[in-house]
């Protein structure tokens, strides 16, 4: 099945420092999602984007859907150690019933 | 509170045993999913529903049998046709280009 490009697969940080990840498609979407996984946890939603070059925020996240409608951007500020996790993005098109997902990033945050 | 509960947390499995996930949501959401996700990987997609009494085939099927008799429950059996069934199994639901949520998920370990 289709998977989106989502970078990069892992990052380690300092706390205190800005994370930027990205989430690109051959595809448009009318929906992105972003969700961030703990381990043994199943995804929790953090950010839902519906038009193209809206900008959302959810506390410290901020995630952007794409003028092309082709990609997707999370930025997360001042990092915290609970931001450790996997984050993955998601598209989705209107009348598919299917969420396409990407292969998410692995994020460390050095104390 | 609304949401979606998967049960067991954990089950183990003896080879040649068929097993049944269950799912259930109170969102009131039509479509549910099930995914599956191997360690270190991304989530792919096992089979769908957009409405209770009808299903389609991911991109992963073989191996797996759902039914939705109820507009709650998406019930998931892996069966001994499945050659590799250890696995981290997760369910969702959504709304027609909407969020889609996750459950809590289910480690099947196959002895």
């Known amino acids: 099945g289709q998977q989106l490009n989502q970078s990069p697969q892992s990052m380690f940080i300092q706390e205190g420092e800005d994370v930027s990840m990205n989430c690109t498609s051959s595809?448009?979407?009318?929906?992105w999602l972003w969700y961030k996984q703990d381990p043994g946890e199943g995804p929790v939603l953090l950010i839902a984007l519906y038009k193209a070059g809206e900008l959302t925020s959810n506390g410290r996240l901020t995630a952007q859907f794409g003028i092309t409608r082709k990609d997707s951007f999370l930025n997360i500020s001042a990092s915290i150690p609970s931001d450790v996790g996997i984050y993955f993005c998601a598209g989705y098109t209107s009348g598919t019933y299917k969420y396409i997902f990407g292969t998410g990033t692995r994020l460390k945050v050095l104390a | 509170d609304g949401g979606i509960t998967q049960s067991p947390k954990y089950l183990f499995r003896k080879e040649g045993q068929n097993v049944t996930l269950s799912c259930e949501q109170n969102l009131n959401h039509d479509a549910m999913y099930w995914y599956r996700q191997d360690p270190g990987q991304g989530l792919r997609l096992i089979y769908y529903?957009?409405?209770?009494?009808?299903?389609q085939k991911g991109d992963i099927a073989e191996g797996y049998s759902v039914s939705r008799e109820k507009k709650e429950s998406f019930p998931l059996t892996v069966t001994s046709a499945q050659k590799n069934p250890t696995a981290f199994y997760l369910c969702?639901?959504?709304?027609?280009?909407?969020?889609?949520?996750f459950g809590p998920g289910t480690r099947l370990t196959v002895l």
């Open positions: 969702a639901s959504s709304i027609e280009w909407s969020e889609q949520f």
């Open positions: 595809s448009i979407f009318n929906t």
């Open positions: 529903s957009q409405i209770v009494n009808d299903f």
